[in-house]
């Protein structure tokens, strides 16, 4: 069902086997999390990642502008301000890298 949450941000893995997205909130201007059906759950903005040969899209975390490592193994990405890191493979917790004032 169309919720009318952004799809945007799309980067293909580096072996290509796979596409990152992020999903929710306005991708361009970004302001407060849309919600165009009004609806009482909670909207959020993550981070998916999809097998380029089909198949659910995998929630990564919450957060956005995703970039991966030179490797593919390491997520890079902003949630509430700040950097956060994680592996691709969800092996560990995110961890916040910076958090800059201002």
């Not at 009318?4 to 909130?25: H, M, N, Y």
């Not at 302001?31 to 380029?52: G, K």
């Not at 490592?69 to 950097?83: E, N, T, W, Y």
């Amino acid at each position: 069902a169309d919720d009318g949450q952004e799809i945007g941000e799309l980067s293909f893995t580096p072996d290509g086997k796979a596409i990152l997205f992020t999903r929710g909130g306005d991708l361009e201007t970004r302001r407060d999390i849309p919600n165009p059906t009004s609806s009482p759950q909670p909207v959020e903005q993550a981070i998916f990642l999809v097998q380029a040969d089909g198949g659910a899209p995998r929630k990564l975390t919450d957060g956005n502008s995703p970039v991966l490592s030179p490797k593919g193994d390491r997520l890079v990405f902003f949630k509430s301000g700040a950097l956060w890191s994680m592996m691709l493979d969800g092996s560990d917790k995110p961890a916040q890298l910076i958090h800059g004032k201002g």
